[in-house]
């Protein structure tokens, strides 16, 4: 299994960077797919989360308006398109697997029983002011 993120950069506050992440390995339109986010000295955050058949999608509060998640299941690769960066945005970000709750429709809580099937190797995003 391999998870391969790229687009990361370096940019000026209100720019944008569109992050891509290709699967290989396994059933990728199998599962729900990520954007997790881990800023110096901060705990890893779930960023974004999209259903396996692209039809539902998670935001976390700071990521709404501006961060756009898509897949292409064809091409087992799912994206990450951040408009209006922010310094806070400064983070490695990583793409996985993320956990869908069903009932409440939405990505599971980022807790200690969260499940991630498959990690990707991060990709280092900073905004500068």
């Known amino acids: 299994v391999q998870l391969q993120a790229y687009g990361g950069g370096s940019v000026q506050s209100g720019g944008s960077l569109r992050l891509s992440c290709v699967a290989s390995?396994?059933?990728?339109?199998?599962?729900?797919m990520g954007w997790f986010r881990q800023a110096p000295g901060k705990a890893r955050e779930g960023v974004s989360c999209?259903?396996?058949?692209?039809?539902?999608?998670f935001y976390t509060d700071s990521a709404k308006g501006r961060f756009t998640i898509s897949r292409d299941n064809a091409k087992n690769t799912v994206f990450l398109q951040m408009n209006n960066l922010k310094p806070e945005d400064t983070a490695v970000y990583y793409c996985?697997?993320?956990?869908?709750?069903?009932?409440?429709?939405?990505?599971?809580?980022?807790?200690?029983?969260?499940?991630?099937?498959?990690w990707g190797q991060g990709t280092q995003v900073t905004v500068s002011s």
């Open positions: 999209i259903r396996y058949n692209g039809e539902s999608t």
């Open positions: 390995g396994y059933s990728f339109d199998d599962y729900e």
């Open positions: 996985a697997t993320c956990d869908w709750d069903v009932r409440a429709a939405t990505m599971a809580p980022f807790s200690a029983k969260y499940h991630v099937q498959y």
